[in-house]
């Protein structure tokens, strides 16, 4: 299995290369050069198996000769051991033809656990095997930067650097990331937004002195490895609701279109999936690309679903690779108009995008009293992300199954729960004592070289300051 960048012009890599190098040498990020497709006897077989050995399967034919069987169904062994819930991905009916799939049982209570967990047993693997020391820097709006904290904090092998947008995230999410005391831990907060962030680590990458003087590596969704362990939870739940006998419908609360790519990647595989339903909140970028065809970029509006508070989508890259049949210069010649502003997508590759994704957006009055309703009318505490996810796909449900993504524990975002409930989301034991902890955070401002400077300072002097 070898991967190849959206933008037609980076070297093909292995499994492992793409794993540990981020973003293609030319800006673009990597996909596999061929989907693998898993029978409809193949998909049936995998009723009644549990969510590791679903995994297995799933991820098995993408990995290539990365990792032995054994030491691969080890690693994912190891990264689900430590979720609070047996089926790790439980569903959760919410109507006779709607159901919730819950993805904030792991370690830092979001769905981002998911491929961290996974992605952490698998750089540790690799690095061990080399001896080689890599330098990490994500981006995040909040759920990704604790997620990769958790996941690396402590080895030995790895600096991880997060840098999230000053006052943008919530206190709950904030404090995951600088309360963490071991060295190698290094909170960022910056001046600006979340696309301030994910523009600054896209120019590191692209900045090759740099890249490789410190060895960067990237654990966004930008890593191949991140939407592959993604693909997974579509199978488990699809599988649970009688795929591959019955088409499913999913809608995705969505920001950086990374998990949402992970459903394509499923139905691409072979998953009866009808529809892919995307949810925004008020930075609606994709809702309205997917309504007019234009992608243009506006200034981020802070919401109460913070970790969908994106205006460029990075993942949405890859989708347009296959809307517009895998042509890198076409999608280089989109990708250097986004930088003026924005582009408009052909209508042939509208239409195709047309027929997998559906879209709808959410105001922040909506997404509010859906937290409310739900709580009334089935029982469920909704965080922001998921309500909007939960009403969206009420305004696209028909008569195939439709299963909505709870991308958050609630939680994550006591704020805004409590405005809606009137109760405050108590945080699990683990977590009791997180309002207690000291926090270590460095303000940096939106400065490339600034910030270039403070990794390569820290790396070199091998101490947390
Ligand atoms: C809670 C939550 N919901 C939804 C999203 C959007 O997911 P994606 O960026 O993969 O579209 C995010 C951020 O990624 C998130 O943290
Ligand atoms: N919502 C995300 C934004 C980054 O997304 P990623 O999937 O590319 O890591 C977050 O919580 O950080």
Redesign the pocket.
Known sequence: MRYISTRGNAPALSFEDTMLTGLARDGGLYVPETIPTLSHGDIAAMAGLSYEEIAFRVMRPFVGDTFTDEVFADLIAKAYAGFGHDARAPLVQLAPNHFLLELFHGPTL???DFAMQLIGQMFQEALSRSGKRVTIVGAT????GSAAIEAFRGLSNVDVFILYPHGRVSEVQRRQMTTPTEDNVHALALTGDFDDCQARLKDMFNDFDFRDGVRLAGVN?INWARVLAQVVYYFSSAISLGAPHRPISFT?????????FAGYIAKRMGLPIEKLVVATNQNDILHRCLMTGGYVTDSVIPSISP??D?QV?S?FERALFDAYDRDGAAVSQLMAELKAGGFHVSQGALETLRDIYASGRVSEEDTSAMITDALARTGEVL?P?SAIGVKVAEDHQGATPMVTLA??HPAKFPAAVKDATGHHPALPPRMADLFDRPERVTRVENDLTDLEELIRDRISVGTHQ
């Open positions: 979001a769905f981002k709006s909040g759920d990704t969704s995705v609360p969505t920001g950086n279109f990374g998990d949402i970790s969908m994106i989508s993942n965080c992300h991308t958050a």
